[in-house]
């Protein structure tokens, strides 16, 4: 007689180490072990502890068992997690290089991202600088230019005090109204 | 058609496909391809050909019948016999030219990427020719003498870059063939040498008080085995004394381009002291001016010209019963500038093997440590025999820690403490 059981819940049987043969075949015999462990059986155990009111089944201590261990031996063995990767020998090269020319092309994508920035930093630096210089005013037109007041400084935009959405949020709580404390007489 | 052929067939069907349609492109890459086939045509257009049936590739059987017949030959087919029907139609792509869309193109990547770092080997050392070209007052100015230093680096960064990223380096690399000669090889075992192998090596000498007790530093630069006989030898493993009696060979690889001349002392820096209660050092070889370089790596201390090269031969370490384990550590170091030494020199002032001093040697000849290894030794069964061997005074004297008199009995908690 084989166990009809699917093999999602036979996975998880095996990953809680549920032993699956014991329960599907034979469901009764574990119930029985527990009602006659529960019950003092002799007189002879209950003259040993005359004093203690729970029984040994209780009182034993269950072994520490690692919750994180279980999770990890859960999603390890979780049958919707994808088999191993396992490549041959020149499969796994071609990933390799495939792999390989990715990273190159995005190091060089990222590097001419950063000179174009140097590059635009520098242009605007070399234009005030002409600006300071070659105006003509002794620079003062430099100077009222990087005047900054009011820029962020004195008040930051309202409107970025929250993530940016379509729609505006609650906005103000009028109905909001402070809780007096009972004052002490 | 057999279950394995089945499954190799929308490969098979690809290859053929692309062999037929691609032909163009892949003609317009590379030439080898036509060269190839043409040559595989005119082979087997040469020779009669004779039908697979009647001797099976063992790398391309694919029916069991066949396979059969090879095992009963002793012949054993190699690899899976999927794997071996998917090769049937395969073996004649090369690696390069394998038909996959992506690789093709990431191959494209990789090889522009080469170019350019070949453009740029070639600027830069056109501007290190230029450099040297300058009078020699110029040349060595500071700045330009540390150009050139930072020019040289640059080259030999750009020399591994431009490699790193080929697959067939990297495969050759693996299977072991790559040839030391060249800046990539060297550079790949230099990695997979510090990955490892180099922090065992440097555990082992750190944990077992070598480098304070021999030497006051050393960083290893040159990967070091020490084979005795045709066994290789970990660092740090005892060895057994009958093993150690003849003089051990090592392989040395250092990963730069220069040829060196090394220095190679064995330094045993535990012999018992009874007189004084200490331990004493005693030098068990000494050798100096061995060139090693990146092909010539072997190095028998056996073999070492006695006139030119080698000081103190081999002395076989061997360890009193009763006493503790012997160190004995082994240091390459190299000689400053690569000049040898004066060898009669050496040989008339290092005669005394006990009351040599490693640092007192690396002081004297500036020799700086750039390898190491370490083996140890202890009393065993054939350790008798080596002492008789080499005629080792004592040699059936055993070693006995002193016992301590007992102190007198002595109340754990007298009275004056008490309260």
């Keep these: 007689m084989r166990p009809s059981i699917s093999p999602v819940l036979a996975s998880l049987a095996n990953v809680f180490r549920i032993p699956l043969s014991q329960t599907t075949l034979r469901p009764t015999i574990p119930l029985l072990n527990q009602q006659t462990a529960t019950q003092p059986s002799s007189p002879q155990a209950q003259a040993r502890a005359p004093f203690s009111t729970t029984t040994p089944l209780l009182k034993r201590k269950s072994p520490y068992i690692d919750r994180r261990v279980t999770l990890i031996r859960y999603f390890l063995y979780h049958p919707l997690t994808p088999r191993p990767l396992r490549f041959s020998r020149t499969r796994f090269l071609r990933h390799w290089t495939i792999h390989r020319a990715w990273q190159l092309y995005q190091a060089n994508r990222r590097r001419n991202h950063q000179l174009e920035l140097q590059r635009q930093w520098q242009a605007m630096n070399a234009a005030c600088e002409e600006l300071r210089t070659g105006a003509g005013d002794g620079g003062k037109l430099f100077r009222k230019s990087m005047i900054k007041t009011r820029i962020f400084k004195d008040m930051f935009p309202i409107e970025y005090g929250r993530m940016q959405t379509e729609g505006p949020g609650e906005g103000w709580n009028h109905e909001w109204k402070r809780v007096d404390k009972p004052v002490k007489r | ?217 050393c960083d290893p630069i040159v990967d070091t085995k020490l084979y005795f006989g045709r066994k290789t030898v970990p660092p740090g493993e005892f060895v057994n004394s009958q093993a150690s009696s003849v003089a051990p060979k090592l392989d040395i690889q250092p990963f730069d381009g220069e040829n060196r001349l090394v220095t190679i002392a064995v330094v045993d820096s535990d012999v018992p002291n009874v007189a004084e209660d200490t331990f004493d050092y005693k030098m068990h070889y000494l050798a100096v001016n061995i060139p090693i370089s990146a092909l010539n790596t072997k190095v028998d201390l056996s073999q070492l010209s006695t006139e030119s090269q080698v000081v103190l031969p081999w002395l076989p370490p061997v360890a009193q019963k009763g006493s503790p384990y012997h160190r004995l550590s082994l240091f390459v170091m190299e000689q400053k500038n690569n000049t040898p030494l004066d060898f009669a020199a050496v040989k008339a002032k290092e005669t005394d093997r006990d009351n040599m001093l490693l640092r007192t040697l690396q002081a004297r000849y500036h020799l700086k440590a750039i390898g190491a290894h370490l083996f140890r030794t202890i009393w065993d069964e054939d350790t008798r025999d080596v002492m008789q061997e080499i005629g080792f005074p004592l040699a059936d004297m055993e070693l006995r820690r002193k016992r301590s008199e007992a102190l007198p009995y002595k109340r754990r908690n007298p009275v004056t403490m008490r309260g």
């Design chain 2, 1 to 217: 058609m057999a279950h394995c052929e089945r499954a190799s067939r929308p490969l098979i069907q690809c290859l053929s496909k692309s062999s037929v349609r691609g032909i163009s492109s892949v003609q317009l890459q590379t030439r080898a391809f036509q060269t190839t086939a043409a040559v595989q045509e005119e082979a087997q257009a040469e020779a009669p050909k004779q039908a697979f049936y009647k001797s099976p590739d063992p790398a391309l059987v694919s029916s069991p019948r066949l396979e059969r017949r090879l095992m009963r030959q002793g012949i054993l087919p190699i690899g899976s016999r999927r794997r071996r029907a998917a090769l049937q139609a395969t073996s004649s792509v090369p690696f390069e030219q394998l038909p996959y869309q992506c690789f093709q193109e990431a191959r494209k990547v990789l090889l522009s990427d080469r170019e350019e770092k070949l453009k740029e080997i070639t600027t830069t050392s056109e501007k290190i020719a230029k450099i040297q070209a300058l009078p020699e007052e110029e040349r060595t100015k500071n700045s330009n003498h540390s150009r050139l230093r930072a020019l040289e680096l640059h080259l030999e960064r750009l020399k591994v870059h431009a490699d790193i990223n080929d697959p067939l380096v990297k495969k050759k690399f693996e299977d072991g063939d790559g040839d030391m000669s060249k800046p990539i090889y060297r550079y790949l075992a230099d990695q997979k040498w510090r990955e490892y192998r180099r922090k065992i090596l440097v555990q082992r000498i750190t944990q077992m008080k070598v480098i304070p007790d021999v030497l006051p530093h």
